[in-house]
């Protein structure tokens, strides 16, 4: 079993940054793949990034290449989402995922989520 807990949300201008964690309870954080999600209000939830366990491969949305950098660090059981060049079109709630194997694009897959944090970005 697997407890995520995402921090880092808030409320920044276009263009700004932010770094979302997703810190991972237990013992065994780096058997599982990791992504992040999002969801707009009146939306379907929509893949942002993952990561592989081992952070060797990672994987983006289209419309994140380029300003996002999803990273990992296993000994502090945590993993990052860097939000460069924010757009308002970003507004919405984020959530980590684990998933125990490789790397995935279809949250349909991932078996334990966070509660999310909630990213606003105004023009």
């Known amino acids: 079993q697997v407890q995520l807990v995402e921090s880092g949300g808030g409320l920044v201008q276009a263009g700004g940054s932010l770094r979302l964690s997703c810190a991972a309870s237990g013992r065994t954080f780096s058997s599982y793949a990791m992504g992040w999600f999002r969801q707009a209000p009146g939306k379907e939830r929509e893949f942002v990034s993952a990561?592989?366990?081992?952070?060797?491969?990672?994987a983006y949305a289209d419309s994140v290449k380029g300003r996002f950098t999803i990273s990992r660090d296993n000994a502090k059981n945590t993993v990052y989402l860097q939000m460069n060049s924010l757009k308002p079109e970003d507004t919405a709630v984020y959530s980590c995922a684990a998933e125990a194997g490789p790397i995935q694009t279809n949250g349909r897959v991932y078996d334990y989520w966070g509660q999310g944090t909630q990213v606003t970005v105004s023009s």
């Open positions: 990561i592989s366990r081992s952070g060797g491969s990672t």
